[in-house]
């Protein structure tokens, strides 16, 4: 649109004769137009009001004092003004709140501007009071000395705006719990930092994990674990206070930030707000309620962290640890904690490698009758390091139970000492029963029996010689389950046993209902025989009870003979010690057993 087409319609449109007249009145009339020119004009003329008409922008002249000279049609629909009480008045009394002082300087030096042309964003009050969001465009282009002002169209930009917030949102909000999320979260620490460092003050970051989410996920579905994030959400912003920050960091994670922490009871007390948030059940859906723990990690700045990813990732590993030793509970950061996490990653990477690797096999440790002959072995894992180093299975074993590597671990035992003992076979050695070791995870494995079934098949060796350790609470954990297993086990021809006995909670009650074969009584009760009498009263209660029950029992860590010579006394069937043999590698352990003779020293 140039200058001439813009002015004429502009200023004939909509009952605004002032305007014609004087635009028509600034331009030097050199002639009378001609009867074609006239029609021309008439068209554009007609052209022109319709397309001011229908504009859904609202079209308005301003002056250069900001009084609206002209108003558009539109201006009912975006404004709920009649155009006629809009001309005439002040442009600036439509402005929303939001108008800002610079904001109106700068326009009304636009507006007395010799070639006004500018955009600008604000909002202008409704006439029923509601704020709309528009964005102006002005230039001018009435080349009238009379009128200095500009054309200006305003566009409701409602939707762009929404579209905004809504982006802003994503941004800094989790969709699901409309928590803040992680970024928010961090800034929000990095703020406070320069808020507590600037006043001396002290404040904490809690991460806050829901134990066991993943099992919530995998029994009820994602929808359901979903519920359950929003309830956790809602429930912690419940129970803490408003300057209190709660985020969702990510999955089941909670961040909360608190801001000012003045004592060790202020402390005491955020633990137990945010715990009591987990205390009821989570209504989920229609009648449906979870109840479900979390475990918490504090960090606290100054001391824990100097930035936000060092507080965060401190308060972490505090959750970590608190998770570590059992659910539902907290940790305060410690640095020593630092130390004790990393030592235990680079065990679980080297262990990753290891398995790869296959660097693990069994060494065996005899079982002795009374007589001192060897009637029997556990297979006792071992770690070879490259550099030829053996490793033992207390500097390893809990850090592969905790990370789901014994899984593969032990089945590589379970393998080798399948094919090994099928090979002494071969070779005319005594068919001894051997012992596996089953830790509770590897026990409550849902593929255990039947990844067993397999190896049983492929190694050829005989089932009825293989026994399994596993521990009373190994077998607790899950009990219906677990006898199940039991009996499959014992379907499949071997035996088990229960190991460190009388180190848990179980009794004998209890033991009788499980298909056991076999007790293994504890080390802790052998080490004080003989002098201690208590100890002594005990280890024969537990011989005498066993065998009422038919079981075997086993006495661990025999290491002298004033213990041997007890424990004979007391009838006990066998014995596992350094006194006879040390748990050796697969060739000693053969050398040993092809010999055939008693291990005992006393009886050498
Ligand atoms: P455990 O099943 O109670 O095994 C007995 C442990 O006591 C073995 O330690 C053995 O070497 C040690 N021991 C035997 N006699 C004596 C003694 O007279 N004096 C002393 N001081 N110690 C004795 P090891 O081999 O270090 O194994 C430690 C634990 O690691 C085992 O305890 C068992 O719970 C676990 N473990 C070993 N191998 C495996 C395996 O293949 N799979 C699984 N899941 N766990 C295993
Ligand atoms: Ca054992
Ligand atoms: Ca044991």
Redesign the pocket.
Same mark, same amino acid.
């Given at each position: 649109m140039n200058g001439k087409d813009a002015r004429a319609p502009g200023a004939e449109n909509q009952g605004a004769p002032a305007l014609l007249e004087e635009a028509t009145a600034a331009e030097p009339l050199e002639r009378v137009p001609s009867r074609a020119e006239r029609a021309t004009a008439r068209r554009y003329e007609a052209l022109f009001r319709g397309l001011v008409q229908h504009a859904a922008d609202v079209v308005m002249i301003l002056e250069s004092d900001g009084w609206v000279r002209f108003c558009g049609p539109s201006a009912r629909a975006l404004l709920g003004y009649a155009p006629e009480e809009i001309e005439g008045s002040d442009f600036f009394s439509l402005l929303g709140d939001g108008f800002s002082t610079e904001q109106r300087a700068m326009f009304s030096s636009n507006l007395v501007a010799e070639h006004p042309t500018f955009t600008a964003g604000f909002s202008i009050r409704r006439q029923d009071g509601v704020e709309l969001p528009v964005e102006a465009a002005a230039s001018n282009y009435l080349r009238n000395p009379d009128i200095a002002g500009v054309i200006m169209t305003l566009r409701d930009v409602t939707r762009q705006k929404k579209a905004e917030e809504r982006a802003l949102f994503y941004e800094y909000f989790d969709p699901l719990t409309s928590l803040p999320n992680r970024e928010s979260f961090m800034r929000d620490v990095e703020r406070n930092i320069t808020i507590a460092a600037n006043r001396g003050r002290v404040f904490g970051v809690m991460a806050i994990g829901l134990d066991k989410f993943k099992h919530v996920n995998d029994m009820y579905g994602t929808k359901t674990g979903d519920e359950v994030l929003k309830c956790a959400a809602e429930a912690l912003r419940n129970s803490f206070r408003n300057d209190d920050v709660l985020s969702r960091y990510r999955g089941d994670k909670y961040f909360a930030l608190f801001p000012d922490i003045k004592s060790q009871d202020h402390i005491k007390e955020i633990i137990a707000k945010a715990r009591a948030a987990f205390a009821d059940p989570f209504r989920i859906g229609l009648g449906q309620e979870l109840r479900i723990s979390a475990s918490m990690g504090v960090a606290f700045f100054p001391n824990d962290g100097k930035d936000a990813a060092e507080l965060a990732r401190n308060a972490e590993t505090a959750l970590y640890m608190a998770k570590e030793s059992g659910r539902d509970g907290y940790r305060l950061f410690d640095a020593r904690l630092n130390g004790e996490i990393l030592e235990r990653q680079r065990i679980e990477s080297d262990l990753g490698q290891a398995i790869g690797e296959r660097r693990f096999e069994?060494f065996f440790?005899a079982k002795v009758d009374r007589s001192g002959f060897i009637v029997g072995a556990?297979?006792?894992?071992r770690w070879r390091l490259a550099t030829g180093e053996i490793k033992?299975?207390?500097s390893f074993?809990d850090v592969a139970e905790r990370s789901g590597n014994?899984d593969r671990i032990?089945s590589m035992?379970i393998l080798k000492t399948c094919e090994l003992a099928a090979g002494w076979s071969a070779v005319g050695l005594p068919e001894i029963p051997i012992s596996?070791? =089953?830790?509770p995870r590897?026990f409550g494995q849902e593929s255990l029996v039947e990844d067993i079934t397999a190896i049983i098949e492929s190694t050829g060796v005989d089932p009825r010689r293989l026994e399994f350790?596993i521990t009373e609470s190994g077998i607790m954990t899950n009990e219906r389950e677990s006898i199940r297993k039991l009996l499959e086990l014992k379907d499949l021809g071997a035996a088990i046993s229960i190991?460190?006995f009388g180190t848990g909670y179980s009794s004998f009650s209890k033991l009788k209902d499980y298909p056991v074969d076999t007790v293994k009584m504890d080390?802790s009760f052998i080490d004080p025989l003989p002098s201690d009498r208590k100890a002594a009263i005990i280890a024969s209660a537990i011989v005498d009870l066993a065998h009422t029950l038919s079981f075997t029992v086993v006495a661990?860590?025999?290491?002298n003979i004033e213990q041997m010579s007890f424990l004979d006394t007391i009838f006990c069937d066998q014995y596992?010690?350094? =006194?006879f043999s040390?748990?050796v590698p697969e060739q000693e352990f053969r050398r040993l057993l092809s010999e055939g003779k008693a291990l005992l020293p006393r009886s050498a």
């Open positions: 069994p440790q556990e297979a006792l894992v033992g299975p207390a074993i014994i032990g035992v596996i070791n =089953l830790s590897q350790e190991d460190d080390k661990e860590g025999v290491e596992q010690g350094y =006194l040390k748990p």
